[in-house]
T-cell receptor, first 110, second 113 residues
Framework: QQPVQSPQAVILREGEDAVINCSSS?????VHWYRQKHGEAPVFLMI???GGEQKGHEKISASFNEKKQQSSLYLTASQLSYSGTYFC???????????WGAGTKLIIKP | NAGVTQTPKFQVLKTGQSMTLQCAQD?????MSWYRQDPGMGLRLIHY???????DQGEVPNGYNVSRSTTEDFPLRLLSAAPSQTSVYFC????????????FGPGTRLTVT
């Protein structure tokens, strides 16, 4: 039931773009994206709801393909501050229970 | 606002000992939850609460108890610590509007020997 994130890790140069994917085998109600820096707590980025509504970060965008049960997070013109591990959390129904992926580690080099 | 606070930050227990991890929030959020995060892994939901007096089990509830007597506090009790409970524990809170952004506490790093 755990969603699958890909890639597991990615290394970029500052200014490059990245796409992180999150796929589920179950029909999803919502997908949540968080970023966690080493030794810190996760920080909210984005929520995507079934039906297309989004709430989140100004400089980060995401999509939610309901037919494929897949979400993608788009990081454009990456900055050093984007480094960290990105997690998707999936909700199968509106029940406040998130099931999290194993994370995608993003390293941004100057 | 302090946001979500957790105590202690670090704790070492011996197998069989019990303890309570404290979590408090000052944002008047209805929803609170406890997660554990093992090295290199995502978060796993232990227990959650949608309001004072209401708690429910998450994905990995065994060995843990919770209670929610007030909106602000949501303590997590380890009944008889086991090495498998060595982990980082995060508490989080959010509103219940259905499109919720979770605010996480700084975490408690627990080691059971």
């Amino acid at each position: 039931q755990q969603p699958v994130q890909s890639p597991q890790a990615v290394i970029l140069r500052e200014g490059e773009d990245a796409v992180i994917n999150c796929s589920s085998s179950k029909a999803l109600y919502s997908v949540h994206w968080y970023r966690q820096k080493h030794g810190e707590a996760p920080v909210f980025l984005m929520i995507l709801l079934k039906g297309g509504e989004q709430k989140g970060h100004e400089k980060i965008s995401a999509s939610f393909n309901e037919k494929k049960q897949q979400s993608s997070l788009y990081l454009t013109a990456s900055q050093l501050s984007y480094s960290g591990t990105y997690f998707c959390g999936t909700e199968l129904s509106s029940n406040y229970q998130l099931i999290w992926g194993a994370g995608t580690k993003l390293i941004i080099k100057p | 606002n302090a946001g979500v606070t957790q105590t202690p930050k670090f704790q070492v227990l011996k197998t069989g000992q019990s303890m309570t991890l404290q979590c408090a929030q000052d944002m008047n959020h209805e929803y609170m939850s406890w997660y554990r995060q093992d090295p290199g892994m995502g978060l796993r939901l232990i227990h959650y609460s949608v309001g004072a007096g209401i708690t429910d089990q998450g994905e990995v509830p065994n060995g843990y108890n919770v209670s929610r007597s007030t909106t602000e506090d949501f303590p997590l009790r380890l009944l008889s610590a086991a090495p498998s409970q060595t982990s980082v524990y995060f508490c989080a809170s959010s509103t219940r509007d259905g499109h919720y952004e979770q605010y996480f506490g700084p975490g408690t790093r627990l080691t059971v020997t």
